[in-house]
């Protein structure tokens, strides 16, 4: 239980972590060679541990320590996933194609993961279909096997994050050229690009599509990660919501177009430098409609933490949700601290009233919990939220890092 004392303004310098959703693809990244794979600025966060267990089981070594992994191999792979890690974290589910690749063979639990909607995996296994793998389902596990993967064109109905990336992963081991029509192309998935590239593979990016020309053996190599862009925007939000100032250091500018542009229209004063941003509070905050969708549009993974500041602008918002059907968890506890939200079809109405009262509630997903964090930080009296674990999956050391802000925030046994 985290327990939440409103009122304090956050002010301050806050560094961002090494991106969470760069980390992930990246470690699974080393399944594809033998050759050691050093990653610098991996975040202390537990989907890092969930994805480091599954490597473990899968028969690599990792060290961890100090925000570098070396993952190391020293035999052969096991072509079956263990069903805890891959049930317990989605992006696991891309460790499939590498799999596949080294071993012929690859068996691999249906994931699970964050409570946001319905998150099938057609398109990963459309698209390794593409590239000649065999599909079979079989108690709850996908099973897959292939003599020999070959690259294909493969046109995605949706640019799917997950998708892009295991077909990258997949392409980096096929005979050939693998070009995925309509990708993704958040940066994290540039990153995974360019640690392919490290390892040997050729990734080239046009208008409508990646290629990635596949070599029989991959190398080693040392990545920097990415900074997490979600994380520091989720800081950016805490300041102006409480009415402070937060610098986010260590930062790309650019990935956080989208949320600056949102803040400026809200009321807030934004700068950017070249690696970091402040914002801070104008006059009185003023609704602002926003659509998520894929990168460089507004990220969904925002999304609940944009609407924690809504819920006290003044005016009438529209969040428009298109990434994830029904990403809404955040909504009834927002609601019981007094927001007054009403939802239909994708998208929720948000009417700004004066402040927000401390509450009861339980966050639903990792992205609620940071909303909610952040809606009791500016409510009136105290807030006790539940489902803190969600937290501890994507945000290193978040209360530390918002104490040190000046939040009152504890977490309570
Ligand atoms: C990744 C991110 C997550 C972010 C999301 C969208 C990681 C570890 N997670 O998730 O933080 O919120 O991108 O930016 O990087 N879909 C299908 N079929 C598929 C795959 C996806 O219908 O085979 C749908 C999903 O249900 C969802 C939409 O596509 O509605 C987007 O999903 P996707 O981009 O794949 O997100 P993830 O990779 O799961």
């Not at 997903?365 to 994507?394: C, K, N, S």
Request: aromatic share 4%; net charge negative; glycine share 12%.
């Amino acid at each position: 239980m985290i327990r939440v004392e409103g009122g304090h303004p956050l002010r301050g310098r806050v560094r961002a972590a090494g991106a969470k959703n760069a980390a992930l693809p990246a470690l699974l990244a080393s399944l594809l060679t033998d050759q050691p794979v050093r990653l610098e600025r991996i975040p202390r966060i537990a989907d890092v541990e969930t994805t480091i267990d599954l490597i473990h089981a899968l028969g690599k070594r990792v060290d961890w320590k100090d925000g570098v992994a070396e993952v190391h191999g020293d035999g052969e792979l096991w072509a079956r996933a263990p069903r805890d890690p891959v049930q317990r974290m989605r992006a696991s589910f891309i460790a499939l194609g590498p799999l596949l690749a080294r071993c012929g063979e690859a068996w691999m639990p249906l994931p699970g993961g964050c409570a946001i909607g319905p998150r099938p995996v057609d398109l990963h296994l459309y698209g390794l279909s593409r590239l000649g793998a065999r599909i079979e389902f079989t108690d709850g596990l996908v099973y897959a096997r292939a003599r020999r993967l070959r690259g294909a064109t493969v046109w995605l109905d949706y640019p799917s994050v997950g998708a892009t990336e295991h077909l990258l992963l997949t392409g980096a081991l096929a005979e050939g050229t693998t070009t995925i029509i309509n990708p993704a192309r958040e940066p994290e998935v540039v990153d995974l690009g360019r640690l392919l590239e490290q390892m040997g593979a050729r990734v080239r990016w046009a208008a409508d599509r990646v290629s990635i020309e596949g070599q029989p053996e991959l190398g080693g190599a040392c990545h920097d990660l990415l900074p997490d862009r979600i994380e520091a925007g989720t800081y950016l939000i805490a300041g102006v919501l409480t009415g402070g100032e937060t610098t986010v250091t260590g930062v790309v500018p650019e990935h956080l177009q989208a949320l600056v542009e949102k803040l400026k229209d809200a009321g807030a004063s934004v700068e950017l430098g070249e690696q970091e941003i402040s914002a801070r509070r104008g006059e009185a905050l003023q609704a602002v409609d926003v659509t998520t969708w894929p990168y460089p549009g507004f990220p969904t993974d925002l999304q609940a933490p944009l609407m924690a500041l809504l819920c006290c602008a003044e005016g009438e918002s529209h969040v428009r949700e298109t990434v994830f059907a029904s990403r809404w968890g955040h909504v009834p506890p927002l609601q019981a601290m007094g927001a007054s939200i009403s939802i239909r079809d994708d998208t929720a109405t948000i009417r700004g009233v004066k402040k927000l009262h401390g509450a009861e509630v339980v966050a639903s997903d990792l992205r609620a919990g940071a909303a909610l964090v952040l809606a009791a930080l500016g409510a009136a009296g105290t807030t006790r939220i539940g489902g803190e674990e969600h937290l501890a999956r994507g945000y290193e050391s978040f209360l530390n890092k918002v104490t040190a802000l000046g939040a009152k925030a504890w977490e309570e046994t």
